[in-house]
């Protein structure tokens, strides 16, 4: 199954970098000076999404209130840990139709991207708001009773 995620993850990157350099009116080289962006729209989450998105707000934000260097080490690559899982939990539990399927892959890949980078260098703050960034467009496309419509906190200085 860690195949599937393995290929999704590429693909995610490769389409979404494709898309920007095909749509691009101006390019500098490889590089598009336009960015992708979908239309806001609400969709209902499914429950394995709600579990999943709990878990990974609960660790975003025991990372971001503390900041990464009030915590040990281990807790915060514990913390990318518990990102890691629940991302792969809803990669392999969600049930959505395609479109919601689609933005939910653009809040994901990122939140395991940056969960990976915590792993390997625990004191990342670009990684923290990288999460952040991810869990606010979560409320932006999805009605979650768990959550808000509003940004998560601003991080500690």
Excluded at 45 to 59: F, I, N, Q, S, T
Excluded at 83 to 95: G, P, R, S
């Amino acid at each position: 199954m860690k195949w599937i995620l393995v290929v999704t993850v590429l693909l995610a990157g490769w389409s979404s970098a494709s898309y920007e350099q095909a749509s691009s009116p101006h390019q500098h080289g490889a590089i598009s000076t336009r960015t992708a962006t979908l239309p806001i729209q609400h969709w209902v989450p499914d429950a394995p999404l709600r579990e999943g998105m709990g878990r990974v707000r609960v660790a975003v934000a025991t990372l971001n209130d503390a900041g990464p260097h009030d915590l040990s080490t281990a807790m915060v690559v514990k913390q990318a840990e518990h990102i890691d899982k629940a991302v792969l939990y809803m990669f392999d539990h969600c049930t959505l139709a395609a479109e919601p399927d689609a933005a939910l892959h653009g809040i994901l890949v990122p939140l395991m991207k940056a969960a990976r980078t915590l792993e390997s260098t625990p004191h990342d703050r670009n990684a923290i708001d990288s999460m952040r960034a991810a869990v606010a467009r979560y409320a932006q496309y999805f009605d979650d009773p768990g959550t808000s419509n509003h940004l998560p906190a601003a991080p500690r200085p």
